[in-house]
């Protein structure tokens, strides 16, 4: 079979996880970047082809398939208005090294690194995250650009809502709730639910202040 060409929206640390997805598979020939460095420049053996603005205007670029290799949800989502809320060639990428139930329905334009485990009848998202080795237990779901953490574990029946931050080795016991936008800090344990727009944290984990779905929180 022919492989498709894709490219990359972001060329930094979390692209490179990406890469080694994508040549697990064999199904797709990297082109290279779109990214804010500069065109040309070569990073882990493949070129920036251009800017967001060059490639809207590339007819040749838009007809690429393409994945957000971008950890932070709020770029993830701002790259995507920014292309034009276009999904029709966003790419879902499984890593082999990953276990999945049959049957889990998972969103176009979502990661699934190395090691994550993801069982039956949970549910995620679109444009979401679900990094090197988390574990997503039975009937969870998980919302679109979610981004759940290296290490973290979330029991079963929990859900996540829209543009949650679940941080590396934290734990949601199960039948929480994850309100939308809510930043949950690494190594915590999440015990009852988590009202929309906070940062939580601690074990068990306190609500220690408001914030955004654009605050940053990868730097």
Avoid: W
């Avoid at 016991?173 to 940062?199: M, Q, R, T």
């Amino acid at each position: 079979m022919e492989k498709r060409n894709i490219i990359f929206f972001g060329a930094g640390g979390h692209a490179s996880k990406i890469i080694e997805i994508v040549r697990q598979k064999k199904e797709f020939n990297i082109v290279g970047y779109i990214s804010t460095e500069k065109k040309g420049t070569v990073i882990n053996d493949y070129p920036v082809l251009g800017s967001i603005d060059e490639y809207n205007n590339s007819e040749s670029l838009k007809k690429k398939y393409y994945h957000i290799a971008i950890g932070d949800n709020s770029v993830r989502y701002r790259i995507y208005e920014a292309i034009g809320s276009n999904a029709d060639n966003m790419v879902t990428l499984i890593s082999c090294s990953s276990q999945i139930s049959p049957g889990v329905p998972i969103g176009i334009g979502t990661a699934i690194t190395h090691g994550a485990v993801i069982l039956n009848k949970a549910k995620i998202g679109f444009c979401s995250l679900v990094d090197t080795g988390a574990i997503i237990d039975h009937d969870t779901e998980i919302g679109d650009f979610v981004n759940i953490a290296p290490g973290s574990v979330i029991c079963g029946g929990v859900k996540i809502g829209f543009g949650a931050v679940i941080g590396a080795g934290a734990t949601i016991i199960e039948k929480i709730s994850i309100g939308e936008n809510v930043l949950i800090g690494a190594g915590s344990v999440v015990v009852k639910d988590i009202e929309p727009n906070v940062l939580a944290r601690g074990n068990p984990a306190k609500i220690i202040k408001k914030r955004t779905f654009m605050n940053a929180y990868l730097k």
